[in-house]
Nanobody, 128 residues
């Protein structure tokens, strides 16, 4: 079992920045896809950024490329999402999630519904 706890959400104006953190209850180094997902009211949950903790290039949704950066700190057992140049359309509940995966898994191809470890979410609100 893995527990994930997100933090760092909040309210910012358009153009601002936030950094989300996801603390894991155990080391996630190698062997997992981990990622950030978001869900706005009335919309389906969508993938924002994912990473294979064993290495490889991260995946970003087209809507956040160039603005968001996913990273991991294995020593701190923490996953981050640096969000810059925020837009009102980024407003959503943001979730951290994980699933066991091989080193060769392209995590960008794993749909959110397959992830089996989820945090409780952290709200991000961007005002214009």
């Amino acid at each position: 079992q893995v527990q994930l706890v997100e933090s760092g959400g909040g309210s910012v104006q358009a153009g601002g920045s936030l950094r989300l953190s996801c603390a894991a209850s155990r080391s996630m180094y190698s062997g997992y896809c981990m990622g950030w997902f978001r869900q706005a009211p009335g919309k389906e949950r969508e993938g924002v950024a994912t990473i294979n903790t064993g290495g490889g290039s991260p995946y970003y949704a087209d809507s956040v490329k160039g603005r968001f950066t996913i990273s991991q700190d294995n020593a701190k057992k923490t996953l981050y999402l640096q969000m810059n140049s925020l837009k009102p359309e980024d407003t959503a509940m943001y979730y951290c999630a994980a699933i066991i995966a091989s080193l060769h898994t392209l995590c960008g191809g794993v749909t959110w519904s397959r992830y089996n470890y989820w945090g409780q979410g952290t709200q991000v609100t961007v005002s214009s």
